[in-house]
């Protein structure tokens, strides 16, 4: 029988002090893909790592000392693969902020996040966690949908959520002790009960999510309705979101993306020319993202029963 691989372990209080912290922040980036902590002028610093492979994916193990970071674009670009990170908090507490959002999370709970979108973490006390890192590919092959359950925080103390935790959390001790040719399918397995937890956990949580998505999108909309090149390739690129999640959460208000653009478009111009802007009427279609004068024209005629012209003519009566 084959050996088990070993896992890598990593304490920082091994380091003289005046090396710990230095140590944790290029260990938490060789294990947790890369992150920026900033330096400090204390550098002792308490840390635990234990990171053991499973198949494509790594279950890591910390304990840690108060700290903070981030993943910008510097540190996205250095990922070679596109992946997620299932984090179980088992001790203490994290706060995360990602798309916008920030949560705190606490023992008991657990979140998935994207390593494609800035995340900033920070850690205010002691902190045990476990981190389930795969390629994204692994997660969307049995969960299509994956992309829009990140950044909602399962409840781990009941149902799925605790067989997935408890599961975790066996594989965190005794991952090292599996040969190598039971790796991929106790990864299969691995992933189709964190499928499973996730799909019938973020049910209750997954209306409001949905609406403060779609308040998020919309408000990005309205912060660039002038510019004329604004698309829902742009928006999504803007937003960190994928296009085909875009349009499925736009999709369940009843309008598409660009149709309400074009309304709020409309809108905007009619707005001045209630307030009796002066200016020629195709100089307000230009500052509202229209093109063409003559098409604006058609379009405003369509949605408000008569030209931009004679409605102006109107305000003024």
Known sequence: MAAAAPAELLFTETMPPARQYDTWRD????????????????????GRIR???????????????????????????????????LLYIVGGRERIQQDESEITLRAGTFILW???????????????????????????????????????????????GALFANHLRSLARQAAELP??????????TVALMATALETLVASAGADHRRKLMARISGHILKNLADP?????????????SLRQLHRVFGASGWTVERWIWQQRLLR???????????????????????DAAHFSRAFREAFGSAPRDYRNRQKA
Request: hydrophobic share 35%; proline share 7%; net charge neutral.
């Open 114 to 160: 994207d390593s494609q979108r800035r995340i900033d973490f920070r850690v205010p006390g002691t902190l045990q966690k476990i981190t389930l890192m795969l390629p994204q590919r692994m997660l969307e092959s049995v969960l299509p949908n994956a992309r829009d359950l990140t950044g909602i925080p399962v409840n781990a103390r009941e149902g799925a």
């Open 27 to 46: 260990a938490v980036s060789s294990t947790h893909l890369a992150w920026d902590l900033p330096r400090r002028s204390e550098s002792r610093f308490r």
């Open 51 to 85: 990171r053991q492979a499973l198949g494509a994916a790594d279950i890591i193990h910390c304990v840690c000392d108060p700290c903070d970071g981030s993943r910008g674009r510097a540190e996205i670009a250095q990922s070679p693969e596109a992946a997620y990170g």
């Open 180 to 189: 190598p040719g039971q790796h991929e399918p106790v990864l299969q397995a």
């Open 229 to 241: 090149e604004l698309t829902p390739e742009r928006i999504a690129d803007g937003l960190g979101l």
């Open 269 to 291: 111009c009619r707005q001045e020319l209630d307030l009796g802007e002066k200016r020629p009427i195709s100089q307000i279609a230009y500052r509202w993202g229209f093109s």
